[in-house]
C-alpha cells in the first residue's frame, strides 16, 4: 500500500504549508481520509478527515481538532486519489510528521514514510 506524503519542511511560526498525500490504492476502497500527526513519544493524533459527498450529491465534510480548527484546510483532487492539507498560521506545537491514511486505519497498516514538519524561528 502506498501512501507518499510530501509538502512538510522548516516554516517560521506564523507561515504555511501546504502537504500533500497520494494515496491511490487506499483511496479506492474508503470515502474518508485523514491527516494524521506524531511527534517522538507520543500517539499519532487525527487532525484533519474528510468524507466526500460522492453520489449522493452532498459536499465533503470536513472536519478538524480544536487545536487546528481555522488554521488547517484538507481538501481532495476530483479523482479520489491525493488529500491536501493547506496548514496556515503555524505554531511550533504544529511540529510534528505528517501522514495521511484512511480514518479508520490503526497501527498495524501500512503508514509510509510522512512528511516532517518543523516550526521554528
Known amino acids: 500500500v502506498q501512501l507518499q506524503a510530501s509538502g512538510g519542511g522548516l516554516v517560521q511560526p506564523g507561515g504555511s504549508l501546504r502537504l500533500s498525500c497520494a494515496a491511490a490504492?487506499?483511496?479506492?476502497?474508503?470515502?474518508?481520509m485523514g491527516w494524521y500527526r506524531q511527534t517522538p513519544g507520543e500517539q499519532r493524533e487525527l487532525v484533519a478527515s474528510?468524507?466526500?459527498?460522492?453520489?449522493?450529491?452532498?459536499?465533503?465534510?470536513?472536519q478538524y481538532v480544536d487545536s487546528v480548527k481555522g488554521r488547517f484546510t484538507m481538501s481532495r483532487n476530483s479523482a479520489w486519489n491525493t488529500v491536501y492539507l493547506q496548514m496556515d498560521n503555524l505554531r511550533p506545537e504544529d511540529t510534528a510528521i505528517y501522514y495521511c491514511?484512511?480514518?479508520?486505519?490503526?497501527?498495524?497498516?501500512?503508514w509510509g514514510q510522512g512528511t516532517e514538519v518543523t516550526v521554528s524561528s
Open positions: 491514511n484512511d480514518i479508520w486505519a490503526d497501527s498495524d497498516d501500512s
Open positions: 490504492e487506499v483511496m479506492a476502497s474508503t470515502n474518508a
Open positions: 474528510i468524507v466526500i459527498g460522492g453520489s449522493t450529491g452532498r459536499p465533503d465534510k470536513a
